[in-house]
């Protein structure tokens, strides 16, 4: 079992973003930008592209929300989003708001953020996907 599917079924605490019956967005601990959040299959799947077509389909249109409300929450010019997938063998799609083309740079040293602003930004992107699924 990868650590995003302890994540998911709830043995590890996560910083929720947004969830559906088949996805789950939340906050990356060592994020590149305020606001980066990973969005991860509930299925464990290795690969992104072992994931069947309409299951891709499916995940890229809620990283799709999720961006939205990222943006919503923390307005910036763009969302960017990153499929690496090297780390951790769990499917994932990395979106970080962008105000720069730099801030998408994972070699940068990461942010290191108070447990209370990780709330308060999965708080205020949670609040934004769930607003505009209403």
Do not use: W
């Not at 605490?13 to 991860?40: M, R, W």
């Not at 919503?72 to 997938?85: D, E, N, Q, S, Y």
Request: hydrophobic share 50%; net charge negative.
């Amino acid at each position: 079992m990868t650590i995003f599917s302890k994540i998911v079924a709830g043995e590890i605490p996560s910083y929720k973003c947004a969830e559906n019956d088949e996805f789950y967005a939340f906050l990356d601990i060592s994020p590149v930008a305020q606001g980066h959040t990973l969005v991860v299959p509930k299925r464990e799947v290795d690969y992104l592209f072992d994931l069947a077509d309409d299951e891709l389909s499916r995940m890229v249109v809620f990283a799709k929300q999720v961006a939205a409300a990222i943006k919503t929450a923390f307005p910036c010019r763009k969302v960017g989003m990153a499929v690496l997938g090297l780390e951790v063998n769990h499917a994932h799609i990395h979106l970080v708001p962008l105000k720069t083309e730099g801030d998408m740079d994972f070699r940068k040293p990461k942010l290191e953020l108070a447990p209370e602003v990780m709330a308060d930004t999965a708080a205020r992107i949670l609040k934004a996907f769930e607003a505009a699924k209403n």
